[in-house]
């Protein structure tokens, strides 16, 4: 006899392989920063589906260019030509300062095709190098090279060994990282804000250091910008800002507006040493994800984005160090433009639900952190309301453990 389940949380947890920890709310629609659950409620997303939600929830231009496509062409491989990789690869190189690009479908893609570019120039170069350096507290993913060079033991214990050959150093350390790279490093790899590790900044001094530690040794440095990246910090590129000189970036997310689409953008001195063959994807840049990341790309360049979010980012800094200034739950807060991180005094696991119980979407990071990633064209007036709910999850938690 077949059993038909129709509750959607009972059906999942029938079917679907068990790897999610969902909190228990169904979205159905959305609109701008807007969700919608299946009992009609309203919620503010100040959290984009981690950062991906770019252009907030069913933006018309995404919309329609999707449609638009899907009824026109949406995969032909990469057998063939097609007239927009070229497009989505001209926009990353102008926006970048690299020179090419290698389209995928994922953040963790993005940074396994910049590890074996990596590789892969070093072996052409005739002096093969294997050592990677990686920060404590960094996330690049959790495919084998990217769980590689994430540090977090939960992550990576169950699935050892992984690629060899990686070295810790803790952020914002210039001398520990000074001390490490020798001329065996292949490749730094950095995020410019370590975002799941907690929204953790890196210095200036540090991307100095990093950068003198490359050319002294020739060790490629690679930027992952796959959360911080794309204007989610009012730059079209945080390295920019950070004075980092990266050979290899990775991008995703915020790319497809929700469409899945990522990018490995590499230098030229590094693109002439790939050849034909050496990577490849089946779905990598189809039409459809192209198209999307085209609208994304142009509200970027074109769209007065990064304006908005340099704005937008003066709002959020303002308004969170009040939140934290009147709540002693909150130790500090970190960010810039629409990635910002608060810390709290303790775990906080609870704030997500007191959250949603307020209307409002955030997520927990680091164990004490609640993150903050909303969309890209949050208005004040939405970012007042949403930070207000926020605050009164905060206050519920507080007065829950009786403890403010
Ligand atoms: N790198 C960074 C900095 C990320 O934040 C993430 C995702 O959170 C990844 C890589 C992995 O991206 P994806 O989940 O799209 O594979």
């Not at 790319?255 to 689409?261: A, D, H």
């Not at 937008?312 to 960010?335: D, H, N, W, Y």
Request: charged residues 20%.
């Amino acid at each position: 006899m077949t059993t038909v389940i129709d509750d959607v949380q009972a059906r999942e947890a029938r079917y679907v392989l068990q790897t999610y920890r969902r909190q228990p709310v169904t979205f159905v629609r959305g609109a701008g920063i807007r969700l919608y659950d299946a009992d009609g409620n309203e919620y503010f997303d100040l959290l984009s589906g981690i950062g991906v939600a770019s252009l907030g929830h069913a933006h018309q231009g995404l919309a329609n260019a999707i449609a638009d496509q899907a009824n026109t062409l949406v995969h032909t491989s990469n057998l063939f030509f097609h007239p927009l990789q070229g497009q989505v690869a001209e926009r990353l190189a102008a926006l970048s300062g690299l020179s090419r690009s290698f389209i995928c479908n994922s953040g963790t893609e993005a940074v396994e095709a910049c590890l074996k570019f990596d590789r892969r120039y070093w072996y052409t170069k005739g002096e093969p190098r294997a050592e990677f350096i990686a920060l404590e507290e960094s996330f690049h993913g959790r495919t084998f090279g990217a769980l590689s060079v994430t540090s977090d033991e939960h992550y990576r214990k169950p699935f050892e060994p992984l690629v060899p050959g990686v070295r810790w150093i803790p952020a914002n350390n210039p001398d520990a990282l000074l001390a490490a790279v020798s001329n065996k490093t292949a490749a730094i790899i950095v995020e410019g804000i370590q975002g799941e590790g907690g929204v953790r900044p890196l210095t200036p001094a540090f991307a100095a250091a990093i950068n003198k530690a490359s050319e002294a040794t020739g060790a490629l440095v690679i930027a992952d910008e796959i959360q911080c990246g794309l204007g989610r910090t009012g730059n079209p590129f945080h390295f920019a800002t950070l004075g980092l000189k990266p050979h290899l970036c990775s991008v995703g997310k915020a790319l497809g507006g929700g469409v899945p689409v990522g990018a490995a953008i590499l230098s030229e001195e590094v693109a002439q040493t790939i050849s034909f063959g050496d990577h490849g994807s089946t779905y990598g840049g189809n039409l459809l994800a192209c198209r999307a990341a085209l609208v994304f790309l142009d509200q970027l360049i074109s769209g007065g984005l990064l304006a908005h979010v340099n704005q937008m980012g003066r709002f959020f800094e303002s308004r969170l160090k009040v939140i934290a200034a009147t709540r002693p739950i909150v130790k500090e807060v970190r960010g810039q433009g629409l990635i910002w991180g608060l810390e709290l005094n303790r775990d906080a696991a609870a704030i997500v639900p007191a959250a949603l119980a307020c209307r409002v979407v955030v997520n927990r990071t680091a164990e004490t952190v609640v993150r903050l990633l909303p969309p890209l064209v949050i208005t004040e007036p939405e970012a007042e309301a949403a930070l207000d709910r926020l605050a009164g999850a905060l206050d519920d938690v507080s007065r829950d453990k009786g403890n403010q």
